[in-house]
């Protein structure tokens, strides 16, 4: 069982900068691929960023490319996603998730994972 708290969300003028940070408890936080995804008002939720167990593999969403970087600190039981030249699109709640996948090393879809936190505001002003 792992529970997951985002935190690190906001009001941010286009062009600024963010980070989300995720915490994670239990024990075996390390053995998750992890993951983020966004959802913007009368959208579905959609894949932002995903993580390896280990920090070595990292995938992203086309669009955010060069913008969004996806890390994870195992020692402190936390996933990170720093957002960068934040554009008015990307106004959303972010979620952080995490995926049980039995040897996989990264997970793309909303039903690869297991567990969800709560989410976090992300607003982006013009």
């Known amino acids: 069982q792992v529970q997951l708290v985002e935190s690190g969300g906001g009001l941010v003028q286009a062009g600024g900068s963010l980070r989300l940070s995720c915490a994670a408890s239990?024990?075996?936080?390390?053995?998750?691929?992890m993951g983020w995804f966004r959802q913007a008002p009368g959208k579905e939720r959609e894949f932002v960023a995903t993580?390896?167990?280990?920090?070595?593999?990292?995938y992203y969403a086309d669009t955010l490319k060069g913008r969004f970087t996806i890390s994870r600190d195992n020692a402190k039981n936390t996933v990170y996603l720093q957002m960068n030249s934040l554009k008015p699109e990307d106004t959303a709640v972010y979620y952080c998730?995490?995926?049980?996948?039995?040897?996989?090393?990264?997970?793309?879809?909303?039903?690869?994972?297991?567990?969800w936190g709560q989410g976090t505001q992300v607003t982006v002003s013009s």
């Open positions: 998730c995490a995926a049980d996948t039995r040897g996989a090393a990264l997970a793309y879809t909303l039903h690869e994972y297991d567990y």
């Open positions: 239990g024990r075996t936080f390390s053995s998750y691929v």
């Open positions: 993580i390896s167990w280990s920090g070595g593999r990292t």
